[in-house]
């Protein structure tokens, strides 16, 4: 598949079939998604793939932590409120809360934390790790990464979401996914098929008009 047809055709899927993934293919997207640079060759990010019992496991516990208020989310990434961000960055939140409204309706947001209890009921999930001292260069290196990733999962006929709900808990990751002391779960993605008859598929979002975010200097 052409790269062009890739960056337009892709879109985030919030829930995914229940088709099984081949292991050689998440094998494949791993290997071509090494391809990514990385500061001066030192490739820090790791993948653990969470699947079937391993992914079964992790999705219960996930699911009970959201709805039990003595266990706060704690990400190692921490989430920064809406209200907090720049401008613009808000006017672009905004725009993404609305199609969701329009097309979910008035409780888009339950629904939609339905989907993320469910960790949008992925097939496979890609846990990008660090270690816990790691460079800040090294979140460049994760982010390249992971598009790449993310890129090559659509060229094997897969969705895919990155998203903070996987990594909400990091410490109760780490039991499953048999990390070091000294390793942690910053992001994760998600793979599966997408599931074109669930509702919470339907909305995608827009990009600004690219002379919003570009200035070229002469």
């Known amino acids: 598949m052409e790269l062009s047809t890739i960056l337009n055709e892709r879109h985030s899927a919030r829930w995914f079939k229940e088709d099984q993934i081949d292991r050689s293919k998440i094998e494949a997207i791993v290997k071509a998604a090494q391809h990514a640079p990385s500061w001066i060759n030192s490739q820090t990010p790791k993948a653990v793939v969470a699947m079937g019992t391993t992914l079964k496991q992790i999705r219960a516990e996930h699911a009970s932590l959201n709805h039990d208020e003595q266990t706060p989310s704690a990400p190692y990434l921490p989430y920064k409120p809406v209200p907090e961000w720049d401008a613009r960055s808000q006017k672009n939140m905004k725009g993404w809360f609305a199609s969701r409204a ?3 309706g008035d409780d888009w947001s339950a629904k939609l934390g ?17 270690p816990k001292d790691f460079s800040q260069w090294s979140l460049i ?18 969705a895919s979401i990155p998203a903070y709900q996987y ?6 990751l780490a039991k499953h996914l048999g990390l070091a ?38």
């Open 102 to 104: 329009a097309v979910l």
């Open 114 to 130: 339905q989907a993320g209890d469910a960790l949008y009921n992925a097939q496979a999930v890609v846990y990008f790790i660090l």
């Open 141 to 158: 290196d994760l982010g390249s990464f992971m598009e790449n990733m993310i890129l090559a999962a659509h060229d094997e006929g897969l």
């Open 167 to 172: 990594v909400l808990y990091p410490d109760h």
């Open 181 to 218: 002391d000294d390793e942690v779960a910053v992001m994760g993605l998600g793979l599966g098929y997408r599931d074109d008859q669930a509702a919470v598929n339907e909305s995608q979002s827009t990009r600004a008009a690219t002379d919003e975010i570009l200035r070229i200097l002469d």
